[in-house]
């Protein structure tokens, strides 16, 4: 089903070609949702753009393009406001036929893009040889989210996880594991090595206590590099443990669950040959014994050119030779059209750096789109990064853990001020939903781009713009289904919906713009859009649900406004579940 917008931007265009002509037909329409809703629903503010092209005052040009317009089958007459702004008030009798197409279809109407691309979103994408902590949560949360809505979109997703599993941290975890666990190395069963956080503490007390456990450390790093067999075993002992230990903190998040791992190690391989082919372009240059490329337009304090090192002058790779093969590698293997990159802002300059040369390699095409879809910090209450008291980086598990917690004290108090009684698996499954849901959605309904500041209190609260606010109006719509024992899935799709009252026509315009919304996040990749776009619908709900009567309503009301409850329930699942979250019947 094409969105109202996509309708309008049809109309609109074709009325400048009847009116203007044919060298209008490329000009964009520029309708937008309108930015005051007294004036109507969308706007048009193409008059505004083309004066200087068509010698012609705005509002005139207004004027011809609406007595142009073919628009009466879905809307209101257009009127011109101020300058020349069109304004457009869709009809609800139209809303209430599009209800009803989209009340049989699982996807809601939304059709999948057309021209589908390959994209790999590169997440959670974390270094494997320290403990989860804070600073794993948002690669996490967003990479999942953007992966889940370009793939309902329709686009070809690959989730791959560029896991720094390969380097000089490794060596201390190797040391410890040959000094506390060796028969891990030679018993053919696999050893148990315990919580993978008491490993790590007991590494870096070892490195921290004993010089000779150092020298142990570093002499590992130099053996795992030369590819020394017992080394790489020890290695991937290490790697096993800490994957399985962070996919039990993904599984907790419920993080999708099939991402394709592709650490760094495993471009290994291909750094000799991006070295070669960066040499055989040109772009070489050597440089107090090491290989860089330099950059354009990345200058140091003195204003010259600052070089990106790409082999170091001891022979060594580093980061960046690492995502060059990756970006050479996911362009001519994985023949993608697009990758994105769910990393913090304080990697903007080395995408910006990597971006740069693998297209002047040649890798990176008109055809491609690299995207650093970067994001701020977690920040505590105070404004400081995320810590825990005694200063160190909260782990994770801590994290969820007491967002789950607080969640179950809020319903338990919620429970006994109801008076109501619920076994313990519902309360169980209930504070983790809400617990994991509301660190997620406090998370994704930021703007990416700026830090935010972690507070479990505001982000469990029943109002306001949070997880929790949504699934209660999620849970009323079952609520309802429950008292008036209703199944919603056996609502004749014959009947006609009723739009009469405000709040009706309000929530029913806002359930017909989630494909819109979706749109926009494709482009600009923000799922904070998505999150208002629930979070007003939830209030357009409640507003509704406030004013009208629903199971009392006398047929054919009665129905239609169950339809519209269901579409508002649906349309909110959906949504969530694009997010990550899943919802709950009671809470
Ligand atoms: N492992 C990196 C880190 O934790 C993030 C990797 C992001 N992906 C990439 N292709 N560079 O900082």
């Given amino acids: 089903m094409q969105s109202l917008l996509k309708q309008l931007k049809n109309s609109v265009s074709e009325a400048l070609v009847a009116a203007f002509g044919a060298e209008l037909a490329d000009s964009d329409p520029l309708v937008v949702t309108a930015s005051n809703p007294k004036f109507g629903d969308y706007q048009s503010n193409v008059a505004l753009s083309l004066p200087k092209k068509l010698k012609i005052a705005p ?32 009809k609800p009798t139209y809303l209430a036929t599009q209800l009803s197409k989209i009340q049989a279809d699982d996807r809601l109407g939304i059709e999948p893009v057309r021209s589908p691309q390959r994209i790999i979103v590169d997440y959670p994408s974390p270094n494997i040889a320290k403990e989860m902590h804070v600073g794993h949560l948002r690669p996490a949360i967003i990479g999942d989210c953007l992966a889940r809505i370009l793939e309902f979109i329709g686009h070809d997703v690959l989730r791959i996880s560029h896991v720094g599993d390969w380097g000089t941290p490794f060596g201390m975890l190797i040391a410890y594991l040959r000094e506390a666990y060796s028969e891990a190395l030679t018993s053919k069963e696999k050893l148990d090595l315990g919580e993978l956080s008491t490993f790590y503490r007991q590494a870096k007390k070892r490195f921290d206590e004993d010089e000779n456990f150092r020298e142990a450390a570093r002499l590992s790093v130099v053996q795992l590099q030369a590819g020394d067999e017992e080394t790489i075993l020890a290695w991937k002992i290490v790697c096993d443990l800490s994957s399985r230990s962070y996919q039990k903190i993904y599984d907790l998040m419920g993080i999708y669950p099939e991402i394709t791992p592709r650490g760094e190690s495993f471009y290994n391989p291909f750094l000799p040959e991006v070295i070669t082919e960066l040499e055989e372009l040109g772009l070489l240059v050597e440089s107090d014994g090491a290989k860089c490329v330099f950059l354009e337009g990345f200058t140091n304090r003195e204003g010259e050119p600052l070089p990106l090192i790409v082999q170091k002058s001891d022979g060594g790779y580093n980061y960046a030779t690492t995502d060059l093969a990756a970006i050479r590698y996911r362009v001519k293997v994985d023949k993608v059209q697009q990758v994105i990159y769910p990393v913090g802002s304080e990697q903007k300059s080395h995408f910006a750096q990597i971006f740069q040369v693998g297209k002047r390699a040649g890798w990176i095409t008109e055809n491609h789109q690299f995207i650093h879809a970067y994001f701020g910090l977690v920040l505590g209450e105070d404004g400081a990064k995320l810590k825990t008291r005694s200063g160190e980086a909260v782990r994770l598990k801590d994290l969820l853990d007491e967002a789950i917690n607080l969640a179950r004290k809020d319903l338990e108090t919620r429970l006994k001020e109801e008076g109501r009684e619920e076994t313990a698996e519902f309360v169980d499954r209930v504070s983790q939903v809400v617990g994991i849901s509301a660190v997620k959605y406090a998370d994704l309904s930021q703007n990416r781009t700026s830090d935010y500041k972690f507070s479990y209190q505001k982000m469990l609260a029943l109002q306001g713009n949070t997880a929790p606010y949504l699934l209660y109006a999620y849970v009323r719509v079952q609520g309802i289904s429950r008292k008036g024992n209703i199944d919603f899935t056996k609502l004749s799709t014959d009947t006609k919906i009723l739009l009469e009252e405000e709040t009706e026509i309000i929530l029913a315009k806002h359930i017909l713009q989630l494909g819109e919304v979706l749109q926009e996040v494709e482009k600009d990749l923000l799922p904070n859009r998505l999150c208002q776009y629930l979070f007003e619908l939830s209030q357009k709900f409640n507003q509704f649900y406030d004013r009208c009567p629903i199971l009392q309503a006398d047929e054919p009301l009665r129905t239609s406004r169950l339809i519209l409850a269901d579409l508002t329930a649906r349309t909110l699942e959906l949504g969530l579940s694009l997010l990550g979250i899943s919802v709950i019947e009671r809470m």
């Fill in 59 to 90: 509002r005139n040009i207004a004027e011809r393009i609406v007595e142009n317009l073919k628009v009466d089958n879905f809307c209101e007459t257009p009127t011109i406001a101020g300058p020349g702004f069109i304004n457009f008030t869709i």
